[in-house]
């Protein structure tokens, strides 16, 4: 019997997950994506050309690895297919190689029509949601309105996209919200007529025929642990279950099958759009993290919000997913600071704590400990044993916080810039 290694994000997103997927999965037969829609943006980056993916999983890259979009995915066909005919270009056969789950939900042109409206009208309480519609499409997952994958091989289907739409409609005459759905109709059911081209599979036997095979399988996550639906910053945080019990309803497996779980953080904490940020440094420190560390969004472009490294935060996302591995990324943006800082608790209403608080929206203190900087350039570095002294002090800081072992060093954007430590 096999097992499905999980690796997720455990800060706010932008941790750097595609590249690592990218560096693990010439070990791996299969990668598959859990949660999540094309609002997440996983960066990729060899031979010094950059490849954003947003929906369809980070293997693709690698020859005979099998790609698995899972039922927890919401999917927009037009996103998709763009996608697709952007790694056509570049010679990559998906036909061969990826696989989508009849039960995966989809979003259509009124569901990004929604979440514009719903945003507009929140006013200054907008939640800073990227606009794709993956709110409104998980909302009708739930409500029990949604249509799924699977629904594209039916002959009503026509049928029960227009009610959808119509209904949608009505919701918007309500916001008062002017739009035009029909617009983009045309290109999404072009859309979906490349998805019917790919294999569409009930993806949660095919998920439990792999690991009855012994196949080596790594579920992707996307975005962050702390913009979990129901234990990250409520609300300002995505629509799914971004930590790891999310790939066992997400893929359709039983939690007896997940085997090791990777958790990426950043040497430094970012944020893209609204919501509480303890550590962020809305100054010049923060201005020169973002602009080293190139913290704009895969996704939006937007730019991120930056900060130093959260360990409350990031101790209480490693106890949710039961992480066994670390990886931290970009310590590399940290060369040129003298002084580094790490909080290692929180000062609430006077009180210091340790733990998350229930409302993490209340004025926050970060209770700081600080650490020498390395100031060297980290980047050509192939070992551990080459890196700054500085810089080993504060993994070694992070691993005995944690209890957990930092396994894996990314000095830099491309592939080969990854320290493996034994």
């Known amino acids: 019997m096999g097992k499905v290694d999980i690796l997720l994000g455990l800060q706010w997103g932008d941790e750097g997950k595609g590249k690592v997927v990218d560096v693990l999965t010439p070990h791996y037969n299969v990668i598959a994506r859990f949660q999540g829609g094309p609002n997440a943006g996983h960066s990729l980056e060899f031979n010094n050309i950059k490849h954003v993916l947003h929906t369809i999983p980070s293997g693709v890259f690698h020859p005979g690895c099998l790609n698995l979009i899972g039922n927890g995915v919401v ?86 996209y227009n009610f959808l739409k119509n209904k949608h409609k009505e919701i918007l005459r309500q916001y008062n919200y002017s739009s035009n759905i029909e617009q983009h109709e045309e290109e999404w059911f072009k859309g979906i007529d490349v998805l019917r081209q790919y294999d569409l599979i009930d993806s949660e036997y095919e998920i439990n025929s792999y690991i009855k095979q012994g196949k080596k399988v790594l579920a992707e996550g996307a975005q962050g642990s702390l913009l979990d639906i129901d234990f990250g910053s409520y609300p300002f945080v995505t629509s799914s279950n971004t930590i790891c019990a999310g790939a066992c309803t997400g893929l359709g497996m039983a939690p007896h ?44 472009g937007r730019p991120r919000r930056c900060g130093w490294l959260d360990l409350v935060a990031l101790k209480y996302a490693i106890m949710l997913n039961g992480v066994t591995q670390l990886i931290m990324t970009k310590p590399d943006v940290l060369d040129s600071f003298e002084t580094i800082k790490v909080a290692v608790a929180y000062r609430v209403n006077g009180i210091e704590t340790d733990r998350l608080p229930y409302d993490i929206n209340t004025p926050i203190e970060p209770v700081y400990r600080e650490f020498k900087g390395w100031m060297t350039d980290i980047s050509g570095f192939k070992s551990d044993s080459d890196l700054p002294d500085e810089l080993m002090a504060y993994v070694q800081f992070i691993e005995q916080e944690t209890g957990v072992p930092v396994k894996i060093i990314s000095v830099g954007p491309n592939r080969d810039e990854t320290i493996v430590r034994e």
């Open 257 to 300: 099958a997940v085997g090791e779980v990777y958790g990426i953080f950043k040497a430094y904490c970012t944020r893209v759009g609204s919501g509480p940020f303890p550590t962020e440094l809305d100054n010049g420190i923060g201005e020169k993290m973002r602009k080293i560390g190139v913290e704009y969004g895969a996704t939006t």
């Open 75 to 160: 999917i927009d066909p037009i996103i998709l297919a763009d996608e697709i005919h952007s790694l056509e270009k570049l010679g990559v056969n998906l036909k061969k190689s990826l696989k989508i789950s009849k039960k995966a939900h989809l979003i259509l042109p009124s569901h990004r029509e929604l979440d514009a409206a719903s945003e507009a009208a929140k006013g200054k309480g907008k939640i800073g949601s990227t606009l794709k519609g993956i709110g409104p499409t998980y909302m009708d997952k739930t409500g029990r309105n949604g249509l799924r994958v699977g629904d594209i091989l039916l002959p009503d289907f026509k049928d029960r």
